[in-house]
């Protein structure tokens, strides 16, 4: 697996969690931790939505 496989695998599952915490809590950690809709919590957002498509990807490779 490449580093870039990694990385995206780290951002798809931080995504998840964050989800889950949405879902059962009504808490978003990332808004938590970085402010409600910041720069820096927008970016996060993004490589998480950009990891998720990376992920389709490792679905198909071998």
Do not use: P, Q
Request: proline share 0%.
């Amino acid at each position: 697996m490449k580093v870039i496989d990694k990385i995206a695998l780290v951002l798809i599952i931080i995504g998840a969690i964050n989800w889950g915490l949405i879902g059962f809590f009504k808490f978003d950690l990332v808004a938590a931790i970085f402010g409600e809709m910041s720069v820096i919590s927008r970016i996060v957002y993004g490589l998480v939505g950009i990891s998720g498509l990376w992920g389709i990807k490792l679905l198909f490779d071998d």
